[in-house]
Structure formats: C-alpha cells, structure tokens
Nanobody, 123 residues
C-alpha cells in the first residue's frame, strides 16, 4: 500500500502561483511513477502531469504545458506540482496518484490516489 497526502492548495488570483505537494508513505516511493490529476465541478477527472520514478521523464497535458512543472524528491518521498500563471479554468480539486511503473504510466496503471486538495483561482 502507498498512502498519499496532498497539500498546498488554496485561493489565488489569476496570474498567481501555487505549489502543491504530495507526501507518500508505505512502499518504496522511488519504485513508483507519480501523476497529478484534477477534477473541476461537474467535469470528469483529467490528467495534468506525470513524472517517472527517477524524475528523468515528465509529461504534461497541453492545457498546462509551459505553466506547470512536476518534480519529485525521492529522499523526501514527495512529489510537487509548481503552478504558475494560474487561470480561473485551473480551478479544481487536485489529486496525486502513484503507479508501479518506471516510465510515464498509462492512466489505468495508477493504483493509489490521495484525497485531493482544492485549488481556486479567482478572476
């Protein structure tokens, strides 16, 4: 089992920045690729970003490319999502997830999910 706890969400004005953190416990963190997803009210959960277990590969949704950066610190068992130039349409609950994969996982490979953290961007 892997337990995931997100933090860092909040209310920010458009154009602002936030950094989300996801702390993992349980099995060896460095054996898991990690991803961030989000779900806005009335919408389906969507992929945001992913990072391989070494941190050497990253992948982003087109909607956040150039604005968001995913990173990880395996010594701290933590994955981060730096969000810059935030837009009102980024408002959502953000979830981190873990997949037992060395590379960027397919969506169905994510086995473990956190409870989410709310991000609200005001216009």
């Amino acid at each position: 089992q892997v337990q995931l706890v997100e933090s860092g969400g909040g209310l920010v004005q458009a154009g602002g920045s936030l950094r989300l953190s996801c702390a993992a416990s349980g099995r060896t963190f460095s054996n898991y690729a990690m991803g961030w997803f989000r779900q806005a009210p009335g919408k389906e959960r969507e992929f945001v970003a992913a990072i391989s277990w070494s941190g050497g590969s990253t992948y982003y949704a087109d909607s956040v490319k150039g604005r968001f950066t995913i990173s990880r610190d395996n010594a701290k068992n933590t994955v981060y999502l730096q969000m810059n130039s935030l837009k009102p349409e980024d408002t959502a609950v953000y979830y981190c997830a873990a997949a037992p994969s060395a590379t960027i996982p397919r969506l169905y490979e994510y086995d473990y999910w956190g409870q989410g953290t709310q991000v609200t961007v005001s216009s």
